[in-house]
């Protein structure tokens, strides 16, 4: 591979290479390769959105296979998605009884190898639990629960996550939470700020960030965040229910595409 | 010792029907079986006033797989080896009292319902009738049943697709909570809730028996409201959770071939679901209520019959094959207990261990006496009927003033407070969602759709529940083919006062006649459906509202339309009739003659026959892809669904035809069968062929486009203002204004 692309390297860790699967498929000008990859997809007791993201995956041309809770063997995937539901019914708290699950020690390790892992809604509620991401979610500030679409504002473009956007552009995915309400200390805040680790915003459909367009309360509109290292994305909006216009939309497929496309050097 | 009134009443058993029992058994029911009784002998399970006017109703199709009444819901085969279950089913009583539990539970039933037929669910919808919202009694019902419909189904992973809010004075206190769910079958999976051979074993599954909810079918079903407070705890407690596992637990268990029947543990628990499994394998059953576990101590044999804890299901399984099934639902931390087996015979033995608590003939058990009667036409109805609505002045208000009036009713406002809080989007199938007439999903692996809707309209069934009975049926339908779907089955939900008054029983009998003859003139069945009889506050009857499920066929899920206005240019017509002139008669029983002029009186009318050919020319223009847009005309009229349709399309439109007649008429009467519809200016010559072959009448009404709305030099208003009054109303009528009483 050579060129304007080059790997996805982010903070020191190379992305591809650590895949095992990972083979490209086609080349998409300006964009870079395609690869196909195996997602493991995650299913607790409660979980719901495991087929959601399956199909969408499926769909995108991408290999998926289910993990069970209790297993604990993941090393086979090339990236994980931790999905949306109501883990152990959220009892006690979302995502509180889900990160005691034995399949999170082993996510622990797979994200500390620098593989891809996302958390989609209550999959970012157990990772902010399990502590791969900081803060949490708490009730939304209105306290019920709220389906709808919402405009995402790409703040950081160079992720794995969000590089087929570019910064500034909106991507219109809904939400679907109950406590979606980001928030975490004010050290912790400015550190995510300062080093572009908001990757999505709530906006208006201008892009503006204001009060207004923010659905839950959450600090500065965060919709969604990455870990230190970049490799794992945490975000309440559901991306799988955008991947098809005739449900909607398909700007969430880019989040996805993100994920197995290769990352243009010029990016 | 002759039984006492107060132990009938407990089961809500009349003296001669206890009669009649003693007269069967030969000799006196003990207390356990008298409980029995009195669960199944209850209208929520018996039907003893409903069952012979349901078997006049339709059930006969080519596409039916299930014969109504005899499983847990209908089944309908729609092709591409697919089939769908639906349902429809009440939860008044119970969210009367206890608002969020009851319509919580509510949800939980109707979705074991469905899968007990094999179905994984795909959509919920509900239709909510509460009384006038500027009451504080009222609106926490509203809060509370909405809350409770949020809370249980989000959590579920189904989606809340659609349904109706609608306030009336007179379900001050009884509110109306239907469910609807709606499953799909793949693979020829249909389950049956049946043993196939004796000697195949009754397996309880799920959570843990308690104490709630004992005397739900018989307490809380069968009596009005006045008797209803102290029965609190005959509401049950809700666990999503629970009911999520045991979905998936369920949906992987009848993998297995070792599982020939799934059954529904809900109204009158293990007595109703374990006794009508028997009757339908007609087979006898052995049961040991000591092997049933219990979230508490104590409980004696009577209490872990009738419990309705939730979150349960029986399986029946091939003799030594029970350990296949409890290791499915021990991966999903379930447990799964056998309880009893299926015997040769015809009696179902019911023991404590060793000991025989009842030994009884099934039959006895399972065939109340059934109350037929043929009451005359109630002469109130026959002058509210015969009502001058020509006498009725005009208002002074301005008809631009007024339709914003209108817009703003809670029973016309847009609902998205409401459906916001329910997730109508998970599984990602749902292409239409809820807010405009139907909502339409698709079928992953397929090119076809289902469009679903309901509906009902209390009003019109009030001054005439034979009219209203058909008109609630086509209006369904109407809302189906409005998104281009072909009507193919409903479910209907029966709410009524008490069958005991004249009143009561005229109002069921010709509201079932009515939906008959509906159902004959669309040729679909009634393939389910639930009765909930007793609806009566202190201040009297509600109006008597059955409510209609519709599913609508779509060959080909990318055509179909949806309500807003789809471009500017657009030509606006009707579909439906010829003119606009305005006449009085149109008014009966409307929201106009309700909320503006204070009204309820008049005679609906409908012409089945131009109810059938409107929707087939508007279906047919959907699916030749010349209309871009079609919205049923119903509350409101013609005004308020141009009025929607421009909101929703978030473009304005000109309407430029003549009206005639009374202008108010024009605007908000409710003649029936009537949608409106946009196409693009080069394709009008087409929907005119359309509507001719069709055989349906057809107005150019005007063009989409500005943002304005005008009708003629009658109304002219920004949309803007139009807009704000329309998605506010709702939230300015419940929460926004202190509420004026208690």
């Known amino acids: 591979m050579t060129g304007p ?115 989609i809604c209550n999959g970012f509620q157990i990772l902010c639990e399990a502590g791969l991401l900081p803060g949490a979610l708490m009730r939304n500030d209105h306290l019920e629960f709220r389906c709808t679409w919402t405009d995402l504002r790409v703040e950081n473009d160079r992720t794995m996550f969000s590089h087929t956007a570019r910064s500034r552009d909106l991507l219109r995915v809904p939400i679907s939470h109950g406590e979606g309400s ?72 880019a989040i996805f595409r993100a994920m197995f496309t290769e990352m243009s050097a010029l990016g | 010792m002759p039984i006492s009134q107060s132990e009938l009443d407990e089961v809500a058993l009349s003296r001669a029907e206890y009669e009649a029992i003693v007269d069967r058994l030969g000799r006196d029911p003990n207390p356990l079986e008298l409980g029995l009784f009195g669960s199944l002998w209850s209208e929520h399970c018996g039907y003893k006033h409903s069952k012979p006017l349901l078997r006049t109703l339709p059930g006969d199709s080519d596409r039916l797989l299930t014969t109504l009444g005899t499983e847990n819901a209908g089944v309908l085969d729609i092709g591409d080896g697919m089939a769908i279950a639906m349902k429809i089913e009440s939860h008044n009583h ?85 469910a609807m769910c709606v499953g799909l079958v793949e693979d020829g999976l249909i389950m049956s809730a049946r043993a196939e051979e004796p000697g195949d074993l009754l397996l309880l599954v799920g959570s843990d028996t308690g104490r709630d909810g004992i005397h739900g079918a018989s307490g809380l079903a069968s009596r009005t409201f006045e008797e209803q407070t102290e029965l609190r705890s005959a509401v049950q407690v809700g666990n999503p959770f629970l009911e999520k596992v045991l979905i998936e637990a369920c949906m992987e268990v009848i993998q297995l071939d070792s599982v020939v029947g799934l059954q529904d543990c809900g109204a009158a628990g293990i007595t109703s679901g374990a006794i009508e499994m028997a009757e339908r394998s007609d087979m006898g059953l052995r049961l040991d209520v000591s092997v049933v576990p219990r979230r508490e101590e104590g409980m004696t044999p009577y ?79 026959v002058n509210l009927q015969a009502a001058d609505l020509d006498a009725i002045p005009i208002p002074n208000d301005s008809p631009s003033d007024l339709l914003l009036k209108m817009l703003s009713t809670p029973n016309i406002a847009s609902k998205l407070p409401v459906f916001r809080q329910y997730d109508h989007q998970v599984q990602t199938n749902t292409v239409v969602g809820p807010g405009g007439d139907a909502a339409v999903m698709r079928l992953k692996g397929s090119k076809r759709g289902i469009s679903l809707s309901t509906d009902g309209n209390g009003r019109l069934c009030y001054l005439d529940p034979y009219i209203g009975g058909q008109i609630a049926v086509a209006e369904a339908c109407r809302n189906v083919s409005a998104t281009g779907g072909l009507p193919v089955a409903i479910t209907d939900c029966l709410n009524f006062g008490s069958p005991e008054t004249l009143d009561g029983q005229y109002q069921l009998m010709q509201a079932v006649a009515g939906i008959k003859k509906a159902c004959e003139a669309f040729d679909i069945p009634v393939i389910s459906g639930n009765v909930s009889l007793y609806n009566e506050a202190p201040g009297g009857a509600i109006y008597p509202t059955p409510v209609i499920g519709a599913l609508g066929l779509l060959d080909d899920v990318r055509k179909h339309a949806s309500a807003g206005f789809a471009g500017d240019g657009d030509i606006v017509y009707l579909i439906g009739s010829a003119s606009l002139k305005g006449d009085a008669s149109t008014l009966a029983g409307s929201e106009y003659l309700d909320v503006i002029l204070g009204k309820v ?106 943002d304005r709305i005008v009708v003629g030099d009658l109304v002219d208003l920004s949309l803007s203002d139009v807009s704000e009054r329309w998605m506010c109303g709702f939230q300015d009528a419940t929460q926004n204004t202190p509420p004026t009483t208690s």
């Open chain 2, 94 to 178: 119970p969210s009367a009292i206890e608002p969020r539990e009851g319509a919580a539970t509510g949800v939980g039933g109707i979705v074991r319902d469905i899968f007990a037929m094999g179905a994984r669910p795909i959509a919920l919808l509900n239709s909510l009738r509460f009384g006038k919202p500027d009451s504080a009694r009222n609106r926490y019902l509203l809060d509370g049943v909405v809350g409770g419909i949020s809370f249980y189904g989000n959590c579920l992973g189904i989606p809340n697709i659609g349904g109706e809010v609608v306030f009336a004075s007179c379900y001050d206190g009884n509110p109306l909570v239907n």
């Open chain 1, 5 to 119: 692309f080059v790997l996805c390297r982010l903070a020191g860790v190379d992305y591809f290479p650590k895949s095992i699967n990972s083979r490209p498929v086609s080349h998409r000008p300006g964009v870079g390769y395609d690869f196909v990859m195996k997602f493991g997809i995650l299913v607790f007791p409660g979980t719901w959105s495991d087929r959601d993201c399956g199909h969408a995956l499926e769909t995108l041309g991408q290999e998926i296979e289910y993990v069970w809770h209790a297993d604990t063997d993941v090393d086979r995937f090339d990236a994980l998605v931790v999905p949306g539901g109501f883990s152990y019914g959220d009892y006690l708290r979302a995502g509180a009884i889900a990160r005691f699950s034995p399949v999170m020690e082993s996510v622990s390790k797979f994200a500390v190898d620098g593989r891809g892992v996302i958390g």
């Open chain 1, 182 to 253: 980001y928030q975490a200390d004010e050290d912790t805040i400015s550190e995510l700020e300062e080093n572009e680790r908001v990757v999505f915003r709530y906006s208006g459909p201008a892009g503006e960030v204001t009060p207004e367009w923010n659905p839950n309360g959450s600090v500065n509109n965060i919709a969604g965040i990455i870990n230190k290292t970049g490799n794992v994305l945490g975000m309440m909006p559901h991306p799988e229910r955008a991947c098809d216009p005739l449900i909607g939309g398909e700007d969430g497929a």
């Open chain 2, 303 to 381: 209490e872990v019959m009738l419990s309705e804890s939730q979150e349960r299901m029986l399986l029946a399984v091939k003799p030594g094959r029970e350990h296949e099934v409890e290791s499915v639902f021990r991966k999903w931390d379930l447990d799964a207990t056998r309880i009893g087996e299926f015997v040769d015979g015809d009696s179902v033995v019911i023991l404590d261990g060793d000991e025989v608590l009842s030994e009884t003939q099934i039959k006895v058990l399972t065939d109340p006496p059934e109350y037929e009667f043929d009451p005359p036409k109630p002469a109130w109805i």
């Open chain 2, 601 to 706: 009186e008049g005679q609906p009318s409908l012409d089945l026959d131009l109810e059938v050919k409107t929707q087939q020319a508007c279906r047919d223009g959907i699916v030749a892809g010349v209309v871009r847009s079609a919205h049923d005309v119903s509350e409101g009229g013609v005004a308020v669904a141009l009025a929607e349709a421009a909101i929703l399309g978030e473009r304005g439109v000109v309407v430029d035809v003549a009206l005639g007649g009374r202008w108010d008429a024009a605007l908000f009467g409710e003649a029936q069968s009537r949608i409106i519809v946009t196409v693009a200016a080069d394709r009008t010559g087409e929907l005119e062929r359309t509507a001719v072959n069709a055989g349906a009448p057809l107005l150019r009404l005007g063009t989409t486009g500005g």
